[in-house]
């Protein structure tokens, strides 16, 4: 019986790893699997969220002390408002004049990281901060003596899971998403039958960075957060989009998957920076027969 709940908590930390690669990724999807946009600062539009969220409970603790422990369901739609708006106020201002040049984006998108880490610095400084978990979170679900479930896992696993569905109806089952979906394939006959593809590419930027913040207010319940936390996932997501097949949702959920089972059984047996070494050989070794990733279709859709 040890033995099985031995593997079953491996198993359950491999879901609970890769639904935080899907989270983190979910947002890199739209901009760079589907925009062709290489955004470097997505990891501080992860950043910018657990600071949301860090502002958010330091709110409760202060005015609300009694719905302190429901602070993080606040949270997670405020952190999807503040990237949503910055990612839109950047798109409109910056990156709708990168669109088609590839390395210049890379490049201005990198300075706007720089950016926003120097301004958090300059806001909350520079050593990183807790945010403090709800009650109710920090316990864990006990299946037996040996088998247990921490909420916090579970919570995000929960999140992940709740975001792929809303995603997948806003794509496919509503007027906005249908229309992204016909300017991110084809823009000029979009535009043609009325579309305002201008419009469309705010909105698409600036859900891409809505769920990243997302992703940040989910992170904070595993550890302290700071200024230079979104450069620890940034490698990690871009990865996941290009074994995934850009642009293709499904696959990035199958290859957050893989990755995190991966990591987590490897992390078993060796360090942590071998496991991350071998898990950029089997993607190297995975590429080199699948170039497009897993998932790959001539028409890009995020469906």
Request: charged share 10%; with cysteine.
């Amino acid at each position: 019986m040890k033995n099985i709940s031995y593997w079953f908590s491996n198993i359950f930390n491999a879901l609970s790893v890769g639904s935080i690669y899907i989270l983190i990724a979910m947002g890199l999807v739209i901009t760079f699997g589907l925009m062709k946009i290489i955004n470097m600062a997505h990891g501080e539009f992860i950043m910018l969220g657990a600071y949301t969220t860090y502002v958010i409970q330091n709110v409760f603790e202060k005015y609300w002390k009694s719905f302190f422990d429901y602070y993080i369901l606040v949270a997670i739609p405020v952190a999807f408002i503040v990237g949503f708006f910055i990612g839109v106020f950047i798109e409109k201002t910056i990156v709708k004049r990168l669109y088609e040049r590839t390395l210049d984006s890379l490049l201005l998108t990198w300075g706007i990281s720089l950016i926003l880490q120097q301004l958090v610095r300059n806001i909350f400084g520079a050593p990183n901060v807790e945010v403090k978990t709800p009650q109710w979170m920090s316990k864990q679900i006990n299946f037996t003596s040996h088998l247990f479930i921490p909420s916090r896992r579970l919570f995000i696993l929960v999140v992940a899971i709740s975001l792929l569905i809303l995603m997948f109806i806003l794509l496919n089952k509503t007027v906005i998403g249908l229309r992204i979906k016909a300017v991110l394939q084809n823009r000029e006959i979009a535009s043609a039958l009325g579309i305002n593809s201008e419009e469309i590419d705010s909105l698409s930027f600036g859900i891409g960075t809505g769920l990243a913040g997302v992703a940040g207010c989910c992170l904070t319940m595993l550890g302290p957060i700071g200024p230079s936390m979104g450069t620890n996932y940034i490698i990690d997501a871009f990865m996941i989009v290009i074994l995934g097949g850009m642009g293709y949702l499904p696959g990035v959920i199958i290859s957050s998957l893989i990755i995190g089972f991966l990591k987590t059984f490897f992390e078993l047996n060796m360090s942590t920076t071998m496991a991350k070494v071998l898990i950029f050989i089997i993607i190297i070794l995975i590429l080199q027969f699948k170039p497009h990733g897993l998932y790959y279709r001539p028409e890009r859709s995020a469906v």
